[in-house]
């Protein structure tokens, strides 16, 4: 069977990169957004993103870790992953894979613009470097330039997208109407439930919102790994979970809930509330 390239994109700005090395007196109005200084941000220094063990979550007699796991998905919507023995504590990814992975990243940001724009997104299609969410010219920018290439599966890999160079401040969860700085453990992934999961489970477990805030002396490089299912899936609350219980949320297919929420502007949990029934 074929796999179907799924077709939704943004509006094209201006690269952020360049915008800094102008080293401009003040930043672009579109990229100001007043209404975040209202944000209430946690100092609790005891409020900590839970971890979950997976060494115990593959472990059929552990009940208390698959509990605990359970919990968390409903209570936080994100986690920090680590596999912890008495010779590991990680995630279980080789270290020399991550910090060539990072590497790689920075090396594509550090390219001239046009050995980055050789990568660029066309029309319709969110593959490429540019930015994601852009969906009028009057809305508000995220101060970020974006690089996103489909993995897996194999057929779905664009290389017209994928770089040929280079050749080989913190993250934030919003909890009780508060933003959360997340104190990352050593080795850890961090993992965000996010709205498909909600969906699935019926609101059992929560798709939180959260953000990367500007750090103004240096920049910061995040890389993100999403996992889909199949194309014809559908996306809607699982049938067990709807056998006693009324749905919470309607049910569409992957490729129209895809291009539902890539179309739209990120403004906090809008995608859930159009979801909602």
Not at 182 to 188: H, S
């Amino acid at each position: 069977m074929e796999t179907k390239v799924l077709q939704f994109g943004s509006l094209p700005v201006e690269n952020v990169q360049a915008l800094a090395s102008k080293n401009l007196k003040n930043v672009p109005s579109r990229y100001i957004r007043p209404e975040v200084k209202l944000d209430v941000v946690s100092v609790d220094e005891s409020l900590q993103v839970p971890v979950i063990d997976m060494s115990k979550l593959d472990d059929d007699d552990d009940d208390d870790e698959r509990e605990k796991f359970h919990l968390v998905c409903k209570d936080w919507g994100f986690f920090q992953l680590l596999w912890m023995s008495e010779a590991l504590m990680n995630h279980g990814v080789e270290d020399e894979v991550i910090e060539k992975m990072k590497m790689d990243t920075q090396d594509f940001f550090n390219l001239p613009l046009e050995g980055k724009m050789a990568c660029a997104q066309i029309p319709n299609h969110i593959e490429g470097y540019g930015q994601a969410f852009v969906v009028s010219e009057e809305q508000k920018l995220d101060w970020e330039d974006m690089l996103f290439l489909f993995a897996l599966p194999v057929p779905l890999r664009t290389m017209r997208f994928w770089p040929t160079n280079p050749p080989s401040f913190r993250l934030q969860i919003k909890r009780n109407e508060k933003w959360v700085p997340v104190k990352l453990m050593p080795g850890a992934f961090i993992i965000n439930i996010g709205d498909m999961l909600e969906i699935l489970s019926n609101g059992e477990y929560k798709s939180i919102e959260h953000r990367a805030v500007v750090n103004p002396a240096k920049e910061q490089l995040s890389i993100a790994a999403f996992r889909n299912p199949k194309n014809g899936t559908q996306i809607g609350p699982l049938p067990d979970l709807v056998m006693t219980n009324k749905a919470l949320y309607r049910t569409l297919p992957l490729e129209e809930f895809l291009r539902l929420k890539m179309t739209r502007k990120l403004d906090g949990k809008c995608m859930i509330k159009k979801m909602m029934l």
